[in-house]
Each structure stands twice: as C-alpha cells, then as structure tokens.
Nanobody, 115 residues
Framework: QVQLVESGGGLAQPGGSLRLSCAASGFTFVNYAMAWYRQAPGKQRELVAAITSGGNLNYADSVKGRFTISRDNAKETVYLQMNALKPEDTAVYYC?????????WGQGTQVTVSS
C-alpha cells in the first residue's frame, strides 16, 4: 500500500521555523522525484520545492533563501526546512512523489504563521 505521510506542521510565529517531514512507503522511493506543494484558502495548489532522484533542486521564487528541501533515501523521507516564515506561507502543505507516469500525493499538513 502506497503511503506518503506528512508531519511537522503547526503554528509558528512570523520569523520562526518549522520542519516538515514526509515518510514514504509502498513504492521505490529512491527512483522518485519528490516535491512539496502548498494550497492556501481560495488559491490554487502551487509548487514550493522539488528534489529529483539525482538530487537536483528547484524552488518557488517566494521561498528561495528561506526553505530547504532534502531527502534521505535510507529513511525514505523527504524534508522541508522552513525558516523566516511569513504569514503568507500559511497553507496546507502536501508531499508529492513522481516517477512518470505515476504520481502520489500525501494527505497534507497545516502550517499556520501568525502572531
């Protein structure tokens, strides 16, 4: 059974940090490109950060220099370190795995940035 289980979301103050984790199971994690997406209320889901199976990185302009995506293939886990959080980072964050033509999504974890 394929699973992507996100954790680490919650409430943070502006300028604070959170670390999201996405634990994968049921598929060959090392072959998959992994990514974090987010969706704020009333907005479309958008790409936040991505990491290929070879370790190439891609970030949305809005998070460059603040967020870092990484993966641990031995633990079959992808991470998103979020620093210098802003209220506009508030959203549900989703983990995604891709190995064409297959795509898997996690259930999402809420991140709220507020004082």
């Amino acid at each position: 059974q394929v699973q992507l289980v996100e954790s680490g979301g919650g409430l943070a103050q502006p300028g604070g940090s959170l670390r999201l984790s996405c634990a994968a199971s049921g598929f060959t994690f090392v072959n998959y490109a992994m990514a974090w997406y987010r969706q704020a209320p009333g907005k479309q889901r958008e790409l936040v950060a991505a990491i290929t199976s070879g370790g190439n990185l891609n970030y949305a302009d809005s998070v460059k220099g603040r967020f870092t995506i990484s993966r641990d293939n031995a633990k079959e886990t992808v991470y998103l370190q979020m620093n210098a959080l802003k209220p506009e980072d508030t959203a549900v964050y989703y983990c995604r795995g891709d190995y064409w033509p297959v795509t898997y999504w996690g259930q999402g974890t809420q991140v709220t940035v507020s004082s």
